[in-house]
């Protein structure tokens, strides 16, 4: 891999021209040699050092948020497929944690400044319910809860094939070196339970209720994955698909405990586009029963 590519990946708040200024000011070593080309190719083995680089101020973004619950003290937001959560190599400014400064302007020194007031993640192409926490005791609260499994969370999924009925996937994920991909391994802990909704008339597509009980890296893309069923659209784990542009993966159904010990459950309907490709292939989706 290239040199300036693998260190935007380690570091993905800098932008990548930063790093390959730093390179090319001879301020990264490989094995201890000094390279100031960007194009140096990296391997697995070496040992890759460079100095702390100053990272951007995060900047306010000005985008439409649907918010699906708020109070004083967080905000459930409905995020749309395409939209990245927090900034990484080659897009700093227009993700939900910079729309998110716009709107909530507190959360600035909430957390992470560049992931202000965030708990946890959504891929980029998946859609559905993110909570975000407006200020610091909130935030370590709501951390507690999805560390030990107080927070529900379930996920629509249509997967290719038709697998069992109802299925608990307890399998270890691990990270594949170099890639931005995960693999069931000797890593960390990982469970993933669903059910069979609905299959296509000619059983090639089948809609799934996915429900999180762990929140490893791509751990829904990749558990279903391993059991022969990969999502939909997704070429990362399966392949590209020509019914949609994006995997078909969508965070509907959140759960859990206020600061004030009540309960919220909130939902989010599927997307027009997700909705489309079930038209499409003669799955009828109903929101009530699922």
Same mark, same amino acid.
Request: avoid cysteine; proline fraction near 9%; aromatic fraction near 4%.
């Given at each position: 891999m290239r040199l300036d590519k693998f260190l935007a990946q380690k570091h993905k708040e800098v932008s990548r021209g930063k790093i390959q200024k730093a390179i090319k000011d001879g301020l990264v070593s490989v094995n201890d040699r000094k390279?100031?080309? &960007?194009?140096?190719? +990296?391997?697995? /083995? /070496?040992? +890759? *050092?460079? &100095?702390?680089? *100053? *990272?951007?101020d995060l900047k306010p973004f000005d985008f439409e948020l649907k918010v699906v619950f708020e109070n004083r003290d967080l905000a459930v937001i409905d995020k749309p497929a395409g939209l990245v959560v927090h900034p990484g190599a080659g897009n700093l400014d227009e993700t939900l944690a910079n729309a998110l400064l716009s709107k909530y302007p507190e959360i600035k020194s909430v957390g992470d400044p560049h992931r202000p007031g965030i708990v946890h993640r959504l891929d980029e192409d998946t859609s559905g319910l993110i909570v975000v926490a407006r200020n610091q005791q909130v935030l370590e609260y709501l951390k507690n809860l999805f560390q030990t499994r107080n927070v529900e969370k379930e996920y629509l999924a249509l997967v290719h094939g038709v697998p069992k009925m109802y299925e608990v996937i307890n399998a270890p994920l691990e990270k594949v070196p170099l890639k931005h991909k995960m693999r069931v391994g000797s890593g960390k802990e990982a469970v993933t339970e669903y059910n069979l909704l609905a299959s296509d008339p000619s059983r090639q597509f089948s809609l799934l209720r996915v429900k999180l009980h762990t929140g490893r890296t791509h751990q829904i893309r990749a558990h279903l994955a391993h059991v022969g069923h990969p999502i939909v659209g997704d070429a990362v784990y399966g392949k590209k698909s020509e019914l949609i542009d994006r995997q078909f993966l969508h965070a509907y159904r959140l759960k859990f405990k206020l600061l004030d010990g009540s309960v919220i459950e909130l939902f989010s309907e599927l997307p027009q586009d997700l909705r489309q490709v079930l038209d499409n292939i003669g799955i009828k989706y109903d929101s009530a029963n699922t």
């Open positions: 390279v100031m080309e &960007p194009d140096f190719q +990296v391997e697995a /083995d /070496d040992m +890759v *050092k460079m &100095p702390e680089i *100053k *990272k951007e």
